[in-house]
């Protein structure tokens, strides 16, 4: 079985956000698995489909991103999953529009999505893609920052590493994860 994870908002205004990177990665997920998250439980969405013969599940926690962890824990609990079942996507700060970055474990960095997961899981070893939004322009807070939509130029580029989080999102259904890190890790 494996679980992915995309961490976002859930309603309209957070619709295509920066904060919403990891919603918009289980989107795309979702229609080129032919997995609809069209179910509602573990206080969240989610889709059951088979890929390789494998489970897979691809979960928008509808918890607000702070409260993350509390809908990832409740699906790891119902079907009895370990961490090595997880993969969780996210926006980052830390790293330029355009750049992603795997990991097999890791700190929160300070992003409430990722802490309210580790509080959760009381673990920080679980596997993650982060998603890279940039940093604020000088004088702009987070908050705003993070639940503005990219511009229009950064948009482009975004589409693009939302296709190259999915192909390594679908990599990891065949490989091990450090291989995909290989793969992906530039």
């Given at each position: 079985?494996?679980?992915?994870?995309?961490?976002?908002?859930?309603?309209?205004?957070?619709?295509?956000?920066?904060?919403?990177?990891?919603?918009?990665?289980?989107?795309?997920?979702?229609?080129?698995?032919?997995?609809?998250?069209?179910?509602?439980?573990?206080?969240?969405?989610?889709?059951?489909?088979?890929?390789?013969?494998?489970?897979?599940?691809?979960?928008?926690?509808?918890?607000?991103?702070?409260?993350?962890?509390?809908?990832?824990?409740?699906?790891?609990?119902?079907?009895?999953?370990?961490?090595?079942?997880?993969?969780?996507?996210?926006?980052?700060?830390?790293?330029?529009?355009?750049?992603?970055?795997?990991?097999?474990?890791?700190?929160?960095?300070?992003?409430?999505?990722?802490?309210?997961?580790?509080?959760?899981?009381?673990?920080?070893?679980?596997?993650?893609?982060?998603?890279?939004?940039?940093?604020p322009p000088h004088g702009m807070n987070v908050p705003?920052?993070?639940?503005?939509?990219?511009?229009?130029?950064?948009?482009?580029?975004?589409?693009?590493?939302?296709?190259?989080?999915?192909?390594?999102?679908?990599?990891?259904?065949?490989?091990?994860?450090?291989?995909?890190?290989?793969?992906?890790?530039?």
């Amino acid at each position: 079985m494996k679980i992915i994870a995309g961490l976002g908002n859930p309603g309209k205004q957070y619709e295509q956000t920066r904060h919403n990177i990891g919603f918009a990665i289980i989107d795309l997920l979702s229609a080129r698995l032919n997995i609809p998250v069209d179910q509602s439980k573990f206080k969240g969405i989610y889709g059951i489909g088979h890929v390789n013969g494998q489970k897979v599940i691809l979960l928008k926690p509808l918890t607000y991103m702070n409260l993350s962890g509390e809908s990832i824990r409740a699906v790891l609990d119902y079907y009895d999953a370990g961490l090595d079942d997880l993969l969780i996507i996210y926006d980052d700060l830390d790293l330029p529009v355009g750049k992603i970055r795997l990991r097999q474990k890791g700190s929160a960095g300070g992003h409430n999505g990722l802490k309210s997961t580790i509080a959760h899981l009381g673990s920080q070893e679980f596997k993650r893609i982060r998603v890279g939004v940039g940093r604020p322009p000088h004088g702009m807070n987070v908050p705003d920052y993070v639940l503005g939509r990219f511009l229009k130029e950064e948009q482009e580029v975004i589409d693009e590493v939302a296709g190259q989080c999915a192909d390594a999102c679908e990599a990891w259904l065949q490989k091990p994860f450090l291989q995909v890190m290989n793969d992906f890790n530039q």
